[in-house]
């Protein structure tokens, strides 16, 4: 049956309304150089005029645009811009940004090959060059969800069905109830999230074995204690305040000797894979058995985006996999099997275009660069009589202005100044200032702008 277009479909392309959209997100992107990072707590307020009560009648596209951009844009935290050091978080690159907004027009549902075979292929795509950036063994299975948490909770999903059917439990069929209990050592630096994951998987977050770590935070592999069978070990690459990296090589080694799993969360750590200079760190992480990253973090792709990878493809697919009726049963590898959901947007389009635009030798520089700009920052630091409490081997500085009182007002104070953007945190009792170098955006300029902007903030609080 010939259609006629309706005037609905007509309206699809609004070219008038997504330049107008494109016009805005420049304007946003330029203006960024020029902004303090974080909001001005005025602008923060005036976001109550996007709500009230949901009002009868609607409003016309372009008009919904220039609220929200007029609204929301200056109550954003500079994130996208050169001089964000925050959490360990990059900013988006060009390419990933504009692939993003293609693959939104596109409106993919990645769920499966049918629902969108350039969503898959695009997904299956990417992972082999994940995989092979980061190397870890090609015959990996990987899923594509929100973000390191979810993708240890990805891995870890997989290494439980894996122990327990080890021990001749089918976890997925009977639960927990009644299963061999299933030891979880972490170190004493596991990240916050992993408890949660621990938890949602019914592992239990106060049953987890905590093993001792050095003065970087690495943990201790001589200290893991004998383990029995079924037990699962979480080492960490790279450690949210100190950048340290467990001992992947040793913790394996032990690990697997007592028939353990090995899963490494690399949220943002494994990435340093990609830079020769700094790969070493890394040593004996393809030994392991699963896992985890954030291309939200260093590869700069927008949120979403985590990554899970586990050696043992059976094990992912039995505590992943679904079917029904109306899905695809071909041989073909389709989403579904591999992540905890189902409908999902396209992540691996930004992430294929990230490293479509970069190549090899652009991530080893973003990471190189990166690295060199925190030894950077670490020096001139020291340099003004300021303590560096970590070693920097990454991009992670923390660094302490004096007493805990002293050190939290410099922070809100350089926050307040609005030239950069750090947090704070605390490092084996003391309280320190976090600086994460993570953003391709970030400029020798940025780098030398903030070093002035925390030298002048600390000495004014002297
Ligand atoms: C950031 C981070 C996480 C959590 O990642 P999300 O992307 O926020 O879910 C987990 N582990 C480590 C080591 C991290 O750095």
């Keep these: 049956m010939a259609t006629e277009r309706s005037p609905t479909v007509k309206r699809l392309a609004d070219s008038k309304l997504l330049n107008d959209a494109a016009r805005r997100a420049c304007r946003y992107l330029e203006d960024l150089e020029e902004r303090p990072v974080a909001p001005a707590a005025a602008a923060v307020a005036e976001l109550e005029h996007l709500g009230g009560a949901l009002p009868e009648e609607g409003m016309a596209p372009s008009q919904v645009l220039a609220l929200l951009d007029e609204a929301g844009s200056p109550a954003t935290i500079a994130s996208a811009g050169g001089r964000y050091f925050g959490f360990v978080t990059g900013g988006v690159l060009p390419a990933a940004l504009a692939a993003g907004w293609l693959a939104s027009a596109w409106d993919q549902n990645a769920f499966s090959t049918v629902s969108s075979p350039v969503g898959a292929a695009i997904e299956s795509i990417a992972l082999d060059w994940v995989r092979e950036v980061l190397a870890l063994p090609d015959d990996c299975a990987g899923a594509f969800v929100t973000g390191a948490t979810m993708a240890n909770f990805t891995a870890l999903a997989a290494a439980r069905h894996a122990v327990l059917a080890r021990a001749g439990w089918d976890v997925e069929a009977h639960g927990l109830f009644g299963a061999p209990p299933v030891t979880v050592v972490v170190g004493e630096e596991v990240h916050a999230t992993l408890f949660k994951i621990i938890g949602l998987l019914g592992l239990g977050r106060e049953r987890v074995m905590t093993v001792p770590v050095d003065d970087q935070g690495r943990m201790r592999a001589e200290a893991i204690p004998e383990l029995t069978e079924p037990a699962i070990v979480c080492a960490q690459a790279g450690n949210v305040n100190s950048g340290a990296f467990d001992p992947m090589a040793a913790i394996c080694a032990r690990a697997h000797g007592d028939g353990a799993w090995v899963h490494v969360d690399g949220a943002f750590g494994l990435w340093a894979a990609a830079a020769p200079a700094y790969a070493g760190l890394l040593d004996g992480v393809a030994e392991a058995d699963s896992w985890a990253t954030d291309p939200h973090k260093w590869l700069n792709v927008s949120y979403d985006s985590g990554i899970a990878l586990v050696r043992d493809a059976d094990s992912l697919r039995a505590a992943m996999s679904s079917s029904a009726a ?63 409490l970590n070693e920097v081997v990454l991009n992670q500085v923390l660094v302490s202005f004096g007493g805990a009182d002293t050190t939290n007002r410099v922070v809100s104070a350089l926050q307040e100044d609005g030239t950069c953007w750090c947090g704070p945190t605390v490092w084996k009792g003391r309280a320190a200032m976090r600086i994460s170098v993570s953003s391709w955006a970030t400029t020798d300029e940025d780098v030398e702008d903030s070093i002035s902007a925390m030298l002048r903030i600390a000495a004014a609080h002297r």
């Design 326 to 388: 109306y899905w695809p049963t071909g041989t073909t590898r389709e989403p579904f099997h591999y992540t905890p959901e189902s409908s999902r947007r396209a992540r691996g389009v930004e992430i294929w275009a990230a490293l479509r635009s970069l190549g090899r030798r652009g991530l080893a520089d973003l990471v190189e660069c990166n690295c060199g700009m925190a030894a950077r920052i670490a020096d001139a630091l020291r340099g003004a009589g300021h303590e560096v």
